[in-house]
Nanobody, 122 residues
């Protein structure tokens, strides 16, 4: 079992920045592949970014603006979000999978956090 707790969401103006954090517990963190997804009202949950080992993978919509990183000593994964746009407004979810490697498919992730709201005003 893996428990995930997100934090860092909030309200920000367009062009601003936020950093989301996700603290993991329950398994050896360094062996877990971590990802971020988001869900806007009325839309399906979509992939944002993932990191496993030394590899990262991003959705085209956030590439160049968002950066995923992890601190294995703190069992935490981060999502640095810069140049935010109103269309980035969503609930952001941290996710984990025990199989190594990067994946953008939400069905590949077995563990999910409760989500944190990010609102970008225009």
């Amino acid at each position: 079992q893996v428990q995930l707790v997100e934090s860092g969401g909030g309200l920000v103006q367009a062009g601003g920045s936020l950093r989301l954090s996700c603290a993991a517990s329950g398994r050896t963190f360094s062996t877990i592949a971590m990802g971020w997804f988001r869900q806007a009202p009325g839309k399906e949950r979509e992939f944002v970014a993932t990191r496993s080992g030394g590899s990262s993978y991003y959705a085209d919509s956030v590439k160049g603006r968002f950066t995923i990183s992890r601190d294995n000593a703190k069992n935490t994964v981060y999502l640095q979000m810069n140049s935010l746009k109103p269309e980035d407004t969503a609930v952001y979810y941290c996710a984990a999978r025990l199989t190594p490697g990067v994946s953008g498919r939400k069905g590949d992730y077995a563990y999910w956090g409760q989500g944190t709201q990010v609102t970008v005003s225009s």
